[in-house]
């Protein structure tokens, strides 16, 4: 253990995931089990800047593993990215005897993470917090798993509405850079068509693939597609397009949006931000920093913070093959 790290400051920072809180429980209880002290950071780097702290301990944490969103709150903070911000993060941080952190969150708050440990050498760990899945260095993030029971329930009502009335719909999900929740969500709510970024299918093909799947007997269709996908420059614009293209169907679109981040985490999340958290904790006692912990091959590993910050996730193309044969 290291004689330098009695006091460890735990932070959730950009977008809310499901998992989070069983995180912070994670690293609250981890402290307690090794005696050493542990402080809650209120609304991410801006609570830091701000010297909103709380002293934390076991039963601080008393029944949050089951809730979504986060306890400590979560913020994007513009201060943070100037020197002046980091430099007042910095003063608090030492005044108030805190000797690492643990950030919770995603790309951005990792890479916040980084540039602070290289200005100040102040031991950092991330846990991977963000429903997109889309951090190098780990198969899952948390909340990820949690996202897409709420997106295949959610299809699997919409599907029944199309049926009745022999619909097509356009689910949009999350998934600005990366097609993980609309691909797996996708496939485990039978769509028709699934459209993400890493893939594209161009307009010609998707209206190939519905005129085949109206041929073949379907009288309804269900598209997945993540919202940074770049078939079209929004999906009211190609619901448009199928429709000129395809008056027979009538087309509507359901953006699913933020409920995709809410809700009672799955027993997979809260297992896995348990894991992560007992880690981070660990591993700075381990005299360890800068580094991501993550899940590969269902272990817990360590990847650099810059690798998981520069890294690309990689979509799964023996998935999209699966796609293409289950879907005919």
Do not use: W
Not at 144 to 162: G, H, S
Not at 240 to 255: C, G, L
């Amino acid at each position: 253990m290291s004689a330098n790290i009695k006091k460890i400051g735990v932070l959730t920072s950009g977008g809310d995931s499901p998992g989070m809180n069983a995180a912070i429980r994670a690293v609250v209880r981890a402290c307690a089990y090794h005696n050493i002290e542990c402080a809650g950071i209120y609304r991410g780097y801006q609570g830091m800047i701000e010297g909103d702290f709380k002293e934390m301990n076991a039963r601080s944490v008393n029944n949050i593993i089951n809730k979504g969103g986060t306890i400590l709150k979560s913020a994007r903070s513009k201060d943070f990215m100037t020197k002046e911000g980091r430099e007042k993060a910095h003063e608090n941080l030492v005044s108030n005897n805190i000797d690492a952190i643990v950030v919770i969150g995603g790309n951005g708050s990792f890479t916040g993470g980084l540039i602070f440990n290289e200005e100040y050498g102040f031991p950092v760990i991330g846990i991977p917090g963000t429903i997109d899945n889309d951090i190098y260095g780990t198969s899952f993030t948390l909340g990820y798993d949690t996202a897409l029971n709420t997106v295949v329930e959610v299809i699997d009502k919409i599907r029944d509405t199309a049926s009745s009335h022999n619909r097509l719909f356009f689910v949009e999900v999350m998934g600005r850079d990366a097609g993980h929740i609309a691909l797996n969500a996708g496939i485990g709510a039978g769509a028709e068509e699934i459209l993400i970024p890493e893939e594209d299918m161009g307009l010609d093909r998707l209206l190939e693939s519905l005129r085949k799947s109206k041929a073949s007997g379907k009288s309804s269709s269900i598209v997945v597609i993540a919202e940074g996908d770049k078939i079209g420059k929004n999906v009211f614009e190609l619901k448009d397009y199928v429709e000129e293209n395809m008056p027979e169907y009538d087309v509507r679109v359901s953006i699913l949006g933020h409920m995709q981040r809410g809700g009672t985490p799955s027993c997979f999340d809260r297992v896995l931000a348990s894991r992560l958290g007992v880690k981070a904790v660990e591993t700075l006692l381990e005299g360890k920093s800068n580094y991501m912990v993550g899940l590969l091959k269902d272990e817990i590993v360590l990847t650099p913070l810059e690798n998981a910050v520069k890294g690309k996730s990689q979509i799964d193309k023996e998935l999209i093959k699966v796609s293409d044969i289950v879907s005919i």
